[in-house]
């Protein structure tokens, strides 16, 4: 059984930085990709990011691309979000998930990680 664990949410100012990270642990084998998504209070889970892992291919939602970037570390089974340049907007829990084929949805989800951008 995957396990999916993030960490690096926070408080920080609008304008600031933050770098999340989701460790993987208990694979069988290496996933096809893996994704960032998040929930804020009151509205709908939303996609963030995602990257392939055969060959570190990415693609962001439309609201964050210029300011986000995702990548990964093989040898570390850790994937990263920068995020920079945040706005009160980006406040939400932010999820990683894991999806072992190229067809169907993300199979395994982390317990999420708080992130406030606020002055």
């Known amino acids: 059984q995957v396990q999916l664990v993030e960490s690096g949410g926070g408080l920080v100012q609008p304008g600031g930085s933050l770098r999340l990270s989701c460790a993987a642990s208990?694979?069988?084998?290496?996933?096809?990709?893996m994704g960032w998504f998040r929930q804020a209070p009151g509205k709908e889970r939303e996609f963030v990011a995602r990257?392939?892992?055969?060959?570190?291919?990415?693609y962001y939602a439309d609201s964050v691309k210029g300011r986000f970037t995702m990548s990964k570390d093989n040898a570390k089974n850790t994937v990263y979000l920068q995020m920079n340049s945040l706005k009160p907007e980006d406040t939400a829990v932010y999820y990683c998930?894991?999806?072992?084929?190229?067809?169907?949805?993300?199979?395994?989800w982390g317990q999420g990680t708080q992130v406030t951008v606020s002055s």
């Open positions: 208990g694979r069988a084998s290496t996933p096809y990709r």
């Open positions: 990257i392939r892992w055969s060959d570190d291919n990415t």
């Open positions: 998930a894991e999806a072992q084929y190229s067809f169907g949805t993300y199979d395994y």
